[in-house]
């Protein structure tokens, strides 16, 4: 079984922001990706504006 599990590092150990259904003495392999872009999301989201769809596709298709 594979799951993507947002954590936050505290106090010296990664605790789940999201919640989490184990069992007590459970062990995992994890790979850690920091988020770069912190924030990213929300910061960019009031930058929302509308296109034309064909300028959309037109955009889609200069880049295949």
């Known amino acids: 079984m ?3 599990i947002r954590v936050r590092y505290e ?3 990664l605790r789940p922001i999201d919640y ?3 069992n007590e003495g459970e062990e995992f ?3 850690v990706v920091k ?3 912190r924030g990213f ?3 960019a989201g009031k930058y929302r504006f509308e296109v034309d769809r ?3 596709e037109e955009f889609a ?4």
């Open 11 to 13: 106090r010296g150990a």
């Open 20 to 22: 989490v259904e184990f």
């Open 2 to 4: 594979s799951k993507v």
């Open 41 to 43: 999301r929300e910061k």
């Open 29 to 31: 392999e994890i790979v």
């Open 35 to 37: 988020r770069t872009f």
């Open 61 to 64: 298709e200069e880049r295949r």
């Open 54 to 56: 064909d300028v959309v």
